[in-house]
């Protein structure tokens, strides 16, 4: 219930303190309705910046190197690269229409696009802008994961209801799962073994078997008093080691706390409104959610599963990536 | 009489384009008669907002303490910046010292109840005005329908410059009074359809707004909870 205690701020000013010892970074924020980035430092949590994007800025990633932000720019149907140190426009880059998330390969280059409103995936190297591929999928792409090896890309159809295993060398839909209803985000476990996907309608989490392409179990949703048809999961981030996962319940305004063996949720973290997407600090020991129609994000602490701090940022937040600085 | 200068296929093709619109923008697991693109939800659960203690007796009781409904009033009221409000709940929350919890969540209970059932208006009123737009949009095609039909009996459309329409198809000349007759008529469903069309047009401009005066509230009720919950132990 607390949403800042006492231990919330000795924790989180030993985090920052070991934060400022270790390696300092920067937190972007992708705000959908103000066409802007928020940029956040991740030491003070503070603001430290706000710049102007493309339209409709929604999934937002980085390049392994930490060089680059990438930012889907969906109504103008490209993709927008930004310098992360200087927040400079580097350049645009090909999408297909209304790009929505997106998913960067293993190899640091190539790039995996939905595109919501044409059925497809594009495929393009984020070096060259090249467009390497069109891989048809099903109604209305969105979620975008990729497995730990690199050989397989998966994407989420939000009419079809399924995830489709893109396989990275041919770039075509090898199998097929059906889930529940309205699938947004698709999430690998560090060592491959296991596949999260989120159904926004149907409620749940379906844990796929990513070799059998089979649903192994399903995770549902209760909160005390709060409707059912409120409770709806989007965004999926596990910690590296699996043991914890956290799942983004939309307009219940929770984010759930679950244990990655078990897969019992041990907790229910009130955060902002319309609760969407979810990523870490660098470290994992701050997750930041991006609460879409309170026009925040919340910093929840990972070790003691409790939300110490909200953040404004601008209207609705929709994706979040921090970024280390040298 | 007013005779507008809008071709009437213009206007068909505006009210055919009105009709469909709404439903398209809707997501398809919702109530089809709910003109929002946001999702129809009638009322809100304290639990999505809060996460202290239960307030089902506090819902009765917060209206019995002056102090509460004042500070309620005035907490609730969008006239005060948000900022401000936060500030007030400080003040409440010090003043109330080792009463801090149960003042508190009677603040809370009482703030739930009074934006809830402000909201709970909103809602039912946007229900009315789809209903309305319906009714409307039903008018408008019937209207249409009506010239269209006059029209084809006429073997034209009636001139909107005052001269006589052509005769009928089955070569019989009408006379002036009917003619004149038939125009009048025709200019009168050609205004109601500029109206009808116009009326509704201009509620479907402001549908974003209105769709988004239940959300406007849900922010405030949720800013003002957390700004409670922070003063909670």
């Not at chain 1, 699996?242 to 990655?260: E, T």
């Not at chain 1, 907790?267 to 609460?291: A, C, H, I, K, M």
């Not at chain 2, 929350?93 to 009074?114: I, N, P, V, Y």
């Amino acid at each position: 219930m607390r949403l800042l205690t006492a231990v919330s701020v000795a924790a989180l000013l030993g985090l920052s303190a070991g934060a400022a010892q270790a390696q300092s970074y920067k937190i972007f924020v992708s705000n959908e309705r103000d066409h802007t980035i928020s940029v956040l430092d991740g030491d003070s949590l503070e603001v430290i910046d706000t710049f102007e994007t493309g339209r409709r800025p929604r999934g937002i990633t980085k390049t392994p190197d930490n060089k680059w932000v990438l930012l889907c720019a969906s109504d103008d149907d490209h993709i927008e690269v930004y310098d992360a140190e200087t927040h400079e426009l580097v350049k645009t880059l090909p999408s297909g229409p209304d790009p929505e998330l997106f998913v960067l390969h293993t190899d640091g280059e190539t790039l995996y696009i939905a595109n919501e409103d044409d059925n497809l995936v594009t495929v393009i190297n984020i070096v060259s802008g090249e467009i390497l591929a069109e891989v048809p999928v099903g109604v209305e792409p969105e979620g975008m994961g990729v497995s730990p090896d690199g050989r397989y890309v998966v994407n989420t159809s939000e009419t079809t209801n399924m995830a489709h295993f893109i396989d990275t060398e041919s770039f075509e839909v090898v199998a097929n799962v059906l889930v529940d209803s309205r699938p947004r985000i698709a999430e690998y476990k560090s060592d491959g073994s296991e596949l999260w996907v989120s159904a926004e309608i149907g409620g749940t989490v379906s844990i796929i078997d990513p070799e059998a392409h089979e649903i192994t179990e399903k995770i549902t949703f209760e909160i005390s008093g709060v409707p059912q048809e409120a409770v709806q999961p989007v965004g999926v981030k596990i910690v590296e080691d699996g043991s914890l996962a956290f799942v983004a319940l939309g307009p219940s305004n929770r984010v759930a706390v679950v244990d990655g063996e078990s897969k019992e949720v041990l907790d229910y973290l009130l955060v902002g409104q319309r609760v969407w997407q979810l990523n870490f600090s660098p470290d994992e020991s701050l997750l930041f959610s991006t609460n879409g129609a309170s026009h925040d994000i919340s910093v929840i602490d990972v070790a003691e599963r409790e939300v110490i701090k909200s953040v404004g940022v601008g209207q609705y937040p929709w994706g979040v990536v921090a970024v280390p600085m040298e | 009489m007013r005779i507008h200068a809008s071709a009437p296929l213009a206007v068909l093709l505006l009210s055919v384009t009105m009709l469909v619109t709404p439903a398209a923008a809707q997501p398809a697991h919702q109530d089809e008669s709910w003109p929002c693109i946001q999702r129809k939800v009638p009322q809100l659960q304290p639990a999505q907002v809060w996460t202290g203690p239960p307030v089902e007796e506090e819902l009765r009781l917060w209206r019995n303490d002056r102090e509460i409904a004042t500070l309620v009033s005035q907490l609730a009221s969008r006239r005060m910046p948000i900022e401000e409000a936060r500030e007030r709940i400080a003040e409440f929350a010090e003043a109330a010292g080792a009463q801090k919890q149960e003042r508190l969540t009677l603040l809370f209970a009482g703030l739930f109840q009074r934006l809830n059932n402000e909201r709970g208006r909103i809602v039912r009123g946007i229900e009315r005005y789809a209903e309305n737009q319906k009714a409307l949009s039903e008018a408008i095609k019937n209207t249409r329908e009506e010239l269209a039909s006059r029209q084809e009996e006429e073997g034209g459309a009636p001139r909107r410059d005052g001269s006589i329409a052509t005769p009928r198809r089955d070569g019989a000349d009408a006379t002036p009074d009917d003619l004149q007759d038939n125009l009048r008529f025709a200019s009168d469903l050609d205004e109601k359809l500029y109206w009808d069309t116009r009326i509704y047009d201009e509620r479907h401009r402001a549908l974003t707004y209105v769709c988004d005066s239940p959300v406007i509230i849900e922010q405030r009720l949720f800013a003002l909870s957390r700004a409670i919950q922070q003063h909670m132990d």
